[in-house]
């Protein structure tokens, strides 16, 4: 019999200040008994970065080919993220299934963006649609040390920079976006 899915709670303040984005929202996810928390933290950083009016959580690694957080109108995604790591041909199959989806790929693998970014650079059209978002690893691992089901967090997001609020410890680290539509593959 297979394992449950791990309620995850996080109770998240959010200033995403060039975005005029402040919530605070109670964020609820599903994590897999395979999931990693490095993959968890991605998932609600990618929550933090991208928030925007009926965004929702996919079904997670249960079903490998979903987005980990999406938006949609009807039976089309407006936009579609891949967390942790992203298979181009399945962006490229989102994008041509739903015109003019926004695709984020949020990483904190330099290896797995540089690998990613030269599958796409052989389809420039396609990858104008995806924007890469690689969140600095010393921001993620120690977020990711802890497996608390509940957690609190104040996140500021500005420019190219993320700090996190925990516990009375201040986590940050740099952001690099990659975005396809400034013709950066």
């Not at 975005?19 to 605070?24: E, F, H, K, L, N």
């Not at 970065?49 to 490998?64: D, N, Q, S």
Request: proline share 4%.
């Amino acid at each position: 019999m297979a394992l449950p899915s791990i309620r995850m709670e996080f109770r998240v303040a959010l200033a995403n200040v060039d975005r005029g984005v402040q919530v605070d929202e109670r964020v609820v996810l599903a994590r897999h008994p395979s999931e990693t928390m490095e993959r968890v933290v991605l998932r609600v950083l990618a929550w933090c970065a991208l928030h925007r009016e009926g965004m929702t959580f996919g079904p997670g690694l249960c079903e490998p080919d979903a987005p980990d957080l999406f938006v949609k109108s009807g039976d089309r995604y407006l936009a579609w993220i891949a967390c942790g790591s992203a298979k181009w041909e399945m962006l490229r199959r989102n994008i041509r299934a739903n015109a003019g989806v926004e695709v984020h790929v949020v990483l904190a693998d330099t290896k797995r963006r540089d690998v990613l970014r030269e599958e796409m650079s052989r389809d420039a059209k396609e990858a104008r649609a995806v924007s890469i978002w690689t969140f600095d690893r010393g921001l993620v691992a120690p977020l990711a040390e802890r497996e608390d089901r509940r957690r609190r967090w104040e996140v500021t997001i500005s420019g190219d920079h993320c700090w996190v609020v925990e516990d009375e410890a201040t986590f940050d680290g740099p952001i690099e976006i990659v975005r396809g539509d400034e013709g950066d593959y």
